[in-house]
Nanobody
Framework: QVQLVETGGGLVQAGASLKLSCEAS????????MGWFRQAPGQEREFVAA????????YYADSVKGRFTISRDNAKPMVHLQMNSLKPKDTAVYHC?????????????????WGQGTQVTVSS
């Protein structure tokens, strides 16, 4: 069983930066695809970014491309999401996810494990 714990959320002003981190209880990153999703109140869970273990390919939602960067720490069981130039519409609970056989990197149903989430609030 893989457990994921997110840290790094908070309240910031528009234009600021935040770095989210996701720690796993096991060294799963060599075989899993890691992703970040977010969910705002009353809205569906939305794909943000993913890191595919085979080849190290990264994927981003158009809404965050150029502002967010996903990376993994191979020395530690962690994945990070660096968020720059934050906007009020980025406000959501951000969830880390891991999947052993992710086919559609932007589909939350392809991920097997989820963290509890961390709140990110961006004020205007």
């Amino acid at each position: 069983q893989v457990q994921l714990v997110e840290t790094g959320g908070g309240l910031v002003q528009a234009g600021a930066s935040l770095k989210l981190s996701c720690e796993a209880s096991e060294r799963t990153f060599s075989s899993h695809t890691m992703g970040w999703f977010r969910q705002a109140p009353g809205q569906e869970r939305e794909f943000v970014a993913a890191f595919r273990c085979s080849g190290g390919t990264t994927y981003y939602a158009d809404s965050v491309k150029g502002r967010f960067t996903i990376s993994r720490d191979n020395a530690k069981p962690m994945v990070h999401l660096q968020m720059n130039s934050l906007k009020p519409k980025d406000t959501a609970v951000y969830h880390c996810a891991a999947g052993a056989s992710v086919r559609w990197w932007n589909s939350y149903t392809d991920y097997d494990y989820w963290g509890q989430g961390t709140q990110v609030t961006v004020s205007s």
